[in-house]
C-alpha cells in the first residue's frame, strides 16, 4: 500500500461513525431512549444503570429520554430512524419486542431486522397487586370476588399491548373471570390509578409497586413469574394458584439503530457489562427486584430476544388472547 493510500484510508477511518464515537468528547451525549413514562420498571432501570455508564464511556454523559406511546411502539419506531452512530439508544423491553410483534401485525418496525442488539441489562419479575383498602387478602379472595361480580371490575396496564396487559388478559382467561382493561401511559400511572380505586388490581414488576407495597398502601398477593426475585420472591406463583405454566416478567436491553457498526456496539455493550458488574448498581437494582446480567454480548443478546419472541408468540396462540390495537 502507498503512502497516499494509507493517508486515504487513515482519513476514511476517522471519519467513520465508529471512530468518530471513540473519539468523541466527553460532552457528547448518548440518550437512553425509554419507551414508558416515567416512574415505570423500565425507566427506574434505565435511570439506575445511565447513572453509572457515562463513567464506563470515558465520562461522556448519558441522559434518559422517555417518549411514551403505542405499547412501546413510539420510542421504538423513534430509534430506528436515528443516525446509526451509537448516540441514541432504545431501552427495549419484553413489550417492545416480544409481546407488541406477538400481538400485532401493523407495527412500525420489525423487532429484529431494525435494530442492533447492544447489551442485556436485567430481567424483572412481575406480581399481581391490589390495594390494601380493598380488603382482598388472597389470590382465592380476588377471584371470589371477580367471579360474584362479573363485569364490574377492571385492572390497569402500562398501555395496549404492554407486558402487564397480556399478563392481566392471560391473568383473567385462566381464571374464568369477566373484567375490563384500563390503560395508561406507563406503569407509574397505572400504579396511581390503582391506588386510588380506579382500578381493582394490576399485573406489574416488582420495581413499579415495591414502594407501594412496603409502605402498605398496596398488597402483593403472588408473583406472576416463576423465577424469584427481589423483594417478592417468597410470595407464591401464580403458576401455583390456579393458572398452570403462568409466567410473566420483562426485561430491559439495549439496542441500538440497525447498521450501528460493529466497534460501537462492542465499546458500549462493554460500558452497559462494566457498569452492570458495581456491586452497587446490583445492589440497587435487586432491592427493587431486577436481576442485574453483566456478561451478556451482541450476540446472545440477539439470541435471547428471537428465544423471547417465539415464547410469546407461543402464549399468544396457547391463551387465544386478542388485543385490539388502539
Same mark, same amino acid.
Given at each position: 500500500?502507498?503512502?497516499?493510500?494509507?493517508?486515504?484510508?487513515?482519513?476514511?477511518?476517522?471519519?467513520?461513525?465508529?471512530?468518530?464515537?471513540?473519539?468523541?468528547?466527553?460532552?457528547?451525549?448518548?440518550?437512553?431512549?425509554?419507551?414508558?413514562?416515567?416512574?415505570?420498571?423500565?425507566?427506574?432501570?434505565?435511570?439506575?444503570?445511565?447513572?453509572?455508564?457515562?463513567?464506563?464511556?470515558?465520562?461522556?454523559?448519558?441522559?434518559?429520554?422517555?417518549?411514551?406511546?403505542?405499547?412501546?411502539?413510539?420510542?421504538?419506531?423513534?430509534?430506528?430512524?436515528?443516525?446509526?452512530?451509537?448516540?441514541?439508544?432504545?431501552?427495549?423491553?419484553?413489550?417492545?419486542?416480544?409481546?407488541?410483534?406477538?400481538?400485532?401485525?401493523?407495527?412500525?418496525?420489525?423487532?429484529?431486522?431494525?435494530?442492533?442488539?447492544?447489551?442485556?441489562?436485567?430481567?424483572?419479575?412481575? &406480581?399481581?397487586?391490589?390495594? $390494601? !383498602?380493598?380488603?382482598? +387478602?388472597?389470590?382465592? #379472595?380476588?377471584?371470589? @370476588?371477580?367471579? =360474584? *361480580?362479573?363485569?364490574?371490575?377492571?385492572?390497569?396496564?402500562?398501555?395496549?399491548?404492554?407486558?402487564?396487559?397480556?399478563?392481566?388478559?392471560?391473568?383473567?382467561?385462566?381464571?374464568?373471570?369477566?373484567?375490563?382493561?384500563?390503560?395508561?401511559?406507563?406503569?407509574?400511572?397505572?400504579?396511581?390509578?390503582?391506588?386510588?380505586?380506579?382500578?381493582?388490581?394490576?399485573?406489574?414488576?416488582?420495581?413499579?409497586?415495591?414502594?407501594?407495597?412496603?409502605?402498605?398502601?398496596?398488597?402483593?398477593?403472588?408473583?406472576?413469574?416463576?423465577?424469584?426475585?427481589?423483594?417478592?420472591?417468597?410470595?407464591?406463583?401464580?403458576?401455583?394458584?390456579?393458572?398452570?405454566?403462568?409466567?410473566?416478567?420483562?426485561?430491559?436491553?439495549?439496542?441500538?439503530?440497525?447498521?450501528?457498526?460493529?466497534?460501537? &456496539?462492542?465499546?458500549?455493550? $462493554? !460500558?452497559?457489562?462494566? +457498569?452492570?458488574?458495581? #456491586?452497587?448498581?446490583? @445492589?440497587?437494582? =435487586? *432491592?427493587?427486584?431486577?436481576?442485574?446480567?453483566?456478561?451478556?454480548?451482541?450476540?446472545?443478546?440477539?439470541?435471547?430476544?428471537?428465544?423471547?419472541?417465539?415464547?410469546?408468540?407461543?402464549?399468544?396462540?396457547?391463551?387465544?388472547?386478542?388485543?385490539?390495537?388502539?
Amino acid at each position: 500500500m502507498t503512502f497516499h493510500r494509507r493517508q486515504a484510508l487513515a482519513a476514511a477511518l476517522a471519519l467513520s461513525p465508529a471512530a468518530a464515537l471513540a473519539q468523541a468528547p466527553a460532552g457528547r451525549a448518548i440518550t437512553l431512549v425509554v419507551p414508558f413514562a416515567p416512574g415505570g420498571t423500565t425507566d427506574i432501570g434505565a435511570r439506575l444503570v445511565a447513572a453509572r455508564l457515562g463513567a464506563h464511556l470515558g465520562g461522556q454523559a448519558v441522559v434518559v429520554e422517555n417518549r411514551a406511546g403505542a405499547g412501546g411502539a413510539t420510542a421504538a419506531d423513534h430509534v430506528r430512524r436515528q443516525p446509526a452512530d451509537g448516540a441514541t439508544l432504545l431501552i427495549g423491553t419484553a413489550s417492545t419486542h416480544a409481546v407488541n410483534p406477538a400481538l400485532f401485525t401493523d407495527l412500525p418496525y420489525d423487532p429484529i431486522r431494525d435494530f442492533a442488539p447492544v447489551a442485556l441489562l436485567g430481567v424483572t419479575g412481575f &406480581v399481581l397487586v391490589v390495594p $390494601a !383498602a380493598a380488603g382482598i +387478602a388472597d389470590m382465592a #379472595a380476588l377471584v371470589a @370476588r371477580l367471579k =360474584a *361480580e362479573p363485569g364490574r371490575h377492571n385492572y390497569a396496564s402500562a398501555g395496549v399491548g404492554s407486558m402487564p396487559h397480556l399478563a392481566g388478559e392471560w391473568f383473567a382467561t385462566g381464571a374464568g373471570v369477566r373484567v375490563e382493561h384500563v390503560a395508561y401511559r406507563g406503569g407509574g400511572p397505572a400504579l396511581q390509578a390503582l391506588l386510588t380505586g380506579e382500578v381493582t388490581y394490576m399485573v406489574e414488576s416488582a420495581p413499579t409497586v415495591a414502594g407501594a407495597i412496603a409502605d402498605g398502601r398496596l398488597r402483593a398477593l403472588a408473583r406472576a413469574s416463576l423465577r424469584r426475585s427481589g423483594p417478592q420472591a417468597d410470595l407464591p406463583a401464580i403458576a401455583e394458584l390456579g393458572i398452570p405454566g403462568f409466567d410473566a416478567e420483562t426485561w430491559i436491553l439495549a439496542f441500538a439503530p440497525a447498521g450501528t457498526p460493529a466497534p460501537v &456496539v462492542a465499546r458500549l455493550n $462493554a !460500558a452497559f457489562n462494566a +457498569a452492570l458488574a458495581e #456491586a452497587e448498581l446490583v @445492589r440497587r437494582l =435487586a *432491592e427493587v427486584g431486577t436481576i442485574a446480567v453483566p456478561d451478556s454480548t451482541p450476540e446472545t443478546t440477539a439470541t435471547f430476544v428471537r428465544n423471547e419472541g417465539d415464547r410469546w408468540r407461543r402464549v399468544v396462540a396457547e391463551t387465544g388472547v386478542r388485543i385490539t390495537r388502539q
